[in-house]
C-alpha cells in the first residue's frame, strides 16, 4: 500500500496563490493514479482535479479549470496542486488520493474509486 502527506495549505488572501503537495511512500508510486478533492464545513468531499500514472492525462472539475493545475513527479513521488486566482469558495480541507491501476493514461473522478487517502490540509482564502 501507500501512504499519503499533504502539505503546503494555509491561509491566503482571495486572488492569491498555493501549491500543495502530497508526499508518497510505500509502494511504487508511478504504480497510482491519484486525485485531489476537499471538503468544505457541512458540505460532501468534492473532486478537485486528477492526473493519470504516467501524468499524461488530467482532469478537472469544473470549479477549478483554468485556475488550478494538477502534475507529478514520479521519481520523487510527490504530486502537487498549483491554486491560483485563488476564491474564498476554495476554502476547505484538501485531501490527497491514490489508487493502484494498470492504466497509463486512466484517471479517477469519484471519491469511491480510491483506495488510499492522505490526512488533508486545511486551505483558507480570506475576502
Known amino acids: 500500500q501507500v501512504q499519503l502527506v499533504e502539505s503546503g495549505g494555509g491561509l491566503v488572501q482571495a486572488g492569491g496563490s498555493l501549491r500543495l503537495s502530497c508526499a508518497a511512500s510505500?509502494?511504487?508510486?508511478?504504480?497510482?493514479?491519484m486525485g485531489w478533492f476537499r471538503q468544505a464545513p457541512g458540505k460532501e468531499r468534492e473532486f478537485v482535479a486528477a492526473?493519470?500514472?504516467?501524468?499524461?492525462?488530467?482532469y478537472y472539475a469544473d470549479s477549478v479549470k483554468g485556475r488550478f493545475t494538477i502534475s507529478r513527479d514520479n521519481a520523487k513521488n510527490t504530486g502537487n496542486l498549483q491554486m491560483n486566482s485563488l476564491k474564498p469558495e476554495d476554502t476547505a480541507v484538501y485531501y490527497c488520493?491514490?489508487?493502484?491501476?494498470?492504466?497509463?493514461?486512466?484517471?479517477?473522478?469519484?471519491?469511491?474509486?480510491?483506495?488510499?487517502w492522505g490526512q488533508g490540509t486545511q486551505v483558507t482564502v480570506s475576502s
Open positions: 488520493a491514490a489508487v493502484m491501476t494498470t492504466g497509463l493514461s486512466i484517471y479517477f473522478i469519484s471519491h469511491r474509486q480510491y483506495d488510499y
Open positions: 510505500g509502494r511504487t508510486f508511478s504504480a497510482y493514479a
Open positions: 492526473i493519470s500514472r504516467s501524468g499524461s492525462s488530467t
